[in-house]
């Protein structure tokens, strides 16, 4: 049975679109963070300033996200998209002309304020134009953008920060937003499922409803994966380096590890699509985020098992893991957002970049806190417990789903 609340898409450009907005936002996360050592020597600020200037943006678009979270369903999704991005592409503008600490922090708060207007609409918007059975194929390929910015877009903006000037990859960053925003306004269309008229009355959703379990039961399962991902992430680049534990890497096996990984990772987003339509085939009895998140919890502990004696054990434990992380996560959203009306589907894009950001800190304080007071085998151990506990929570969500059916 199809989607009421979808059309079929006219064009073959709106996962480029899409894929290129998403972009965008990971490239707040992470470009930024990457150019800190050129922005510090251009403008000398300490190391403080660097780290109240980059925490900035994640406490501003964590406050602006719950604030945005009912308001952004009742406009537009393309409206709200085009707006959003021509926004950020002005800021990104603006920074690259800032002169001082001061208004760096300014821009950068700017920029927390106005982020969610693309990063709720990009996978709602999915939801709201594709059939049920391409969303996940649909998110996968756009989804793929954050492992993109990883792999390219960090190397080439750092490349252009020591050429030229860091300034430079700002403008840089500004006029790919730009041209996001023209194609958004030329090319996408204007989902039926999310028309302002249709939301006025309010989104009416809410996730920690009784009736809503099934949601409830997938956003904590978001945050424990979440939390025991980055348990492990927040301590591997400084365990790979250290000479404990058995010696430590290069730079450059260092930089290999995470090239391969993230190759990997952008597989895992494009095959998404395809993995949970094979796992379907075989059983309609499990979630297929259960079965990647046992996976995921696996390699978790092989990472410090396999430990440092030969550089080819931690591609076979990291590059697996993030590659079957990658196909959960893009599974996890489609079956966050898909399920709800599309009038309340950015509210859900937005608590769920809550939950994200907060199993990203508590993640890493648990990572960290292991690692210098215990052993990276307890991170490891911690990490897959964590992420097994997520399974459990996919499996309470599927216990609810079938009571509702």
């Not at 709602?124 to 390929?141: C, S, T, V, W």
């Not at 000037?165 to 499922?193: N, Q």
């Not at 987003?269 to 990647?292: E, F």
């Amino acid at each position: 049975m199809s989607d009421p609340n979808t059309a079929p898409a006219p064009n073959r450009m709106i996962p480029l679109v899409l894929f290129s907005a998403f972009m965008v936002m990971q490239a707040n996360f992470l470009v930024l963070p990457s150019l800190a050592i050129f922005i510090s020597d251009d403008l000398a600020l300490s190391n403080a300033q660097i780290s109240s200037f980059l925490a900035t943006f994640s406490i501003v678009v964590l406050l602006s996200n719950l604030g945005w979270s009912r308001v952004l369903d009742r406009f537009n999704r393309k409206s709200v998209l085009f707006t959003g991005s021509v926004l950020v592409a002005a800021i990104f503008f603006l920074t690259a002309f800032m002169s001082n600490y001061e208004g760096l922090l300014f821009a950068r708060v700017l920029m927390g304020l106005v982020m969610p207007m693309i990063g709720a609409s990009v996978l709602p918007f999915i939801a709201d134009i594709y059939a049920p059975q391409e969303r996940p194929k649909i998110m996968g390929y756009v989804m793929s953008a954050s492992y993109m910015v990883s792999l390219a877009v960090i190397p080439l903006v750092i490349m252009a920060s020591e050429l030229t000037s860091w300034r430079f990859a700002a403008i840089g960053i500004a006029a790919f937003t730009a041209g996001v925003a023209a194609f958004a306004y030329f090319i996408l269309p204007r989902p039926e499922g999310a028309k302002p008229k249709a939301a006025k009355a309010g989104p009416g959703f809410n996730a920690f409803a009784p009736e809503n379990r099934d949601t409830l039961s997938r956003l904590i399962g978001k945050f424990l994966q979440t939390a025991g991902i980055f348990t492990l992430f927040a301590v591997y680049p400084t365990w790979l380096a250290s000479d404990a534990s058995g010696g430590s890497f290069s730079s450059a096996t260092m930089a290999l590890i995470f090239f391969v990984a993230g190759g990997c990772g952008f597989l895992g987003s494009i095959a998404s699509g395809r993995a949970n339509a094979q796992v379907q085939k075989i059983t309609d009895r499990l979630d297929p985020l259960m079965i990647l998140s046992v996976i995921c919890a696996l390699f978790c502990l092989l990472v410090p098992i396999f430990g440092k004696s030969a550089v080819v054990l931690q591609h076979l434990s990291y590059a697996p893991m993030i590659f079957f992380q990658s196909i959960a996560v893009v599974l996890l959203m489609n079956t966050l957002i898909s399920p709800v009306p599309a009038t309340a589907r950015g509210y859900i894009n937005a608590m769920s970049n809550i939950v994200f950001q907060a199993g990203i800190a508590f993640g890493s304080f648990v990572g960290f806190l292991l690692h210098d007071h215990v052993s990276m085998l307890a991170v490891g151990l911690v990490a897959g417990v964590l992420i097994a506990a997520s399974a459990l929570s996919f499996f309470s969500s599927g216990r609810a789903r079938e009571e509702t059916a």
